[in-house]
Structure formats: C-alpha cells, structure tokens
C-alpha cells in the first residue's frame, strides 16, 4: 500500500505559504478597492488578475510538490 504524505517542509513549503498569502492579499485588496471605487476600475481588475494568477500558481505548486516528492 503505498501512503501519500500531505506534509510539505522546507523551501517548498515556504514558497507555497509565500504565494497563497500574496494571493489571498491581492484577493482582499480588490475587495476594498472595488467597493471603494467600483468594479470595473483598472486598478481593481488588475489585483483581481494578479490574485488569480497567483492562484493558479499557487495550485501548480501544490500539484507538483507531491509529485516530484518534496
């Protein structure tokens, strides 16, 4: 039986905690700058982009890291 471990330490780990905190960051940021100054603000889309995109990012991360076997 083979068994997955879902720890992940070290580097790895750190770069993923970095990249999820700075998405959940943009995310929040976007909200306040939306409900400030609307929605369809560029500056508001822009942090809406980036927090999907480090989203994105985030989830390769955490694909990869037990495949390659951090």
Do not use: Y
Request: overall charge negative; proline content about 3%.
């Amino acid at each position: 039986m083979v068994e997955l471990s879902l720890a992940i330490s070290g580097e790895a780990g750190a770069m993923l905690n970095s990249v999820g905190a700075l998405a959940v960051l943009c995310f929040v940021l976007f909200l306040a700058l939306g409900l400030l100054k609307g929605w369809n603000d560029p500056s508001a889309r822009l942090l809406l982009r980036a927090a999907g995109a480090l989203g994105i990012v985030c989830d390769e991360i955490g694909v990869l890291l037990p495949v390659v076997g951090v």
